[in-house]
């Protein structure tokens, strides 16, 4: 009986690890939002933030896409109001080191912080990654996270 492997212990472990390959090709990218246009930012929030590194592969790159194009399509009014804003940081720019602590981010994440009172509720959307390229289903995972945050803030 070997009681040193444990199945179960590494499907996590496994899902990082394979995430994290398919994530540090050399594709760069510099995919953000429009800043020049920033919205006012409502006391009572939710902010969708997307942690990526500088090595950008097609899947990170298509994360992001996708995260803002829901934001985009589903909540364009609260985007224009503040009630929304979408963020995007790379982990491994110095001048990001406090917000990637804040969050816990390392590599390419997807966090939704519903700010209530000036408080943070930080909550990272792993379910993402097992929807890469099926747009309905990614882009639904997103919206529903989002809804539930805004329930929250009012």
């Known amino acids: 009986m070997n009681t040193l492997v444990n199945p179960k212990g590494w499907i996590p472990l496994l899902l990082m690890l394979v995430v994290g390959l398919l994530c540090s090709c050399g594709s760069p990218a510099p995919i953000a939002p429009s800043t020049s246009d920033t919205p006012p930012v409502a006391a009572d929030r939710v902010e969708v933030v997307y942690f990526h ?3 950008r592969c097609h899947s990170c790159i298509y994360a992001q896409e996708w995260t803002f194009y829901t934001i985009e399509t589903y ?3 609260e985007l224009a109001s503040g ?10 720019d110095k ?11 390392f590599t390419s994440s997807l966090f939704i912080n519903t700010i209530r009172g000036g408080t943070d509720h930080i909550e990272e959307v792993t379910d993402i990654w097992l929807l890469l390229g099926n747009d309905e289903a ?4 997103v919206r529903s996270k989002i809804e539930e945050s805004l329930k929250e803030v009012g």
């Open 75 to 77: 909540f364009a009014d």
């Open 83 to 92: 009630k929304v804003t979408f963020k995007v940081f790379n982990v491994e």
């Open 138 to 141: 990614f882009a639904e995972a």
């Open 53 to 55: 590194r500088t090595q």
């Open 95 to 105: 001048e990001n080191a406090t917000i990637v602590k804040k969050y816990g981010a």
